[in-house]
């Protein structure tokens, strides 16, 4: 792995803010981000992502590598839940396997959202249909999570129609900004785009810090609850993402040659769900306990792969010979 990725991650004021949050839960602070501040900066985020992706988009030919690409992120949001489930299942029963299954299967806007600050400090370019890819992963992996809930579960009660759950994974307020923003900034011209370009780009990494400086605060709180599940749930939520990570990051390879494409394939398969799954198991298995999925998402692979993963996919990356 590249020494001076690692160093530069872990001294980015984005991961730093992060690590003050859960510092200042251990010391007890009364430090914290309001609640609708905090919703509007996730908000923003997530619009400034999906339109600069799409303004990307625009300038990109469709040629078969980004319908290739599209096809690649479905089939891993399908994939990888089925395999977690059948890891989990035996120690955390169907509804908690099912859910974490589904997290894993999923991916982490937020995670997207600071890999794209990272390959920007790299000075790597990356395609814009990677938003697509993103925003295209967080739908079928819940499904499929729910199906295998439903198929393993011997009590009707807790099946749902999968009807249902397709619609609340697409209209869950994430998954519609994403994708909405996307499609506006696919349609709109260079000349409106570059109109609100300060509020799309100059202020992006600030929101970011202020975003994790939260996500670090709720991190803190929540590793408490999560310390009761003993030592599996923790090596899963490393060792699962690493996985994930490395695999894809060597397997991306036969869809894209461009580096930041593959870095972000890595980063999308190596990421969990900790905004859309909760919100669908919610609904769909309230059974399933929040406390596991949620601090294994949030709390360990999250830092984990903005401090470790990132720079290990990209060395993986570079250490891939080219197909030509």
Known sequence: MNLDLLINNLTSPALL???????????RSDLEIPPQSSKFISLYLLFSIGFKGGQELAHSEFGMEIWWSLALGIVLAMVVPVY?????????????AGAVAAAYGSVSAVTFVTAVSFLELQQIEFGGHMVAVMALMEAPSIIVGVMLMSYF?????ERMPLGKIAHHSMTNGSVMLILG?????????DKEAE????????????????????MGITSGRKLSSFRKHGWFAFMFAILMPLFNGCLVALASLGVTEVVGNRFMFAILAASASYIAVPAAM????????????????????????????????????YATPSLG
Not at 84 to 96: K, P, T
Not at 181 to 189: C, D, E, F
Not at 287 to 294: F, V
């Open 282 to 317: 919610k609904l769909a298995a309230p059974e399933a306990n929040p406390s596991l999925y949620i601090p294994m998402a949030l709390a360990i692979t999250f830092p984990f792969n903005i401090t470790l993963g990132m720079p290990l996919y990209l060395s993986v990356i």
């Open 181 to 189: 923003s996307l499609l506006i900034g696919l349609l709109a011209s």
């Open 153 to 157: 579960s011997n009590q009707e009660t």
């Open 84 to 96: 977690s489930f059948f890891l989990l299942r035996r120690r955390m029963g169907v509804q908690n």
């Open 195 to 214: 109109g609100i370009r300060p509020f799309t780009t100059d202020i992006f990494k600030g929101f970011l810090a202020i975003f994790l400086l939260d």
């Open 17 to 27: 803010f992060f690590v003050l949050g859960i510092v200042a839960v251990q010391l």
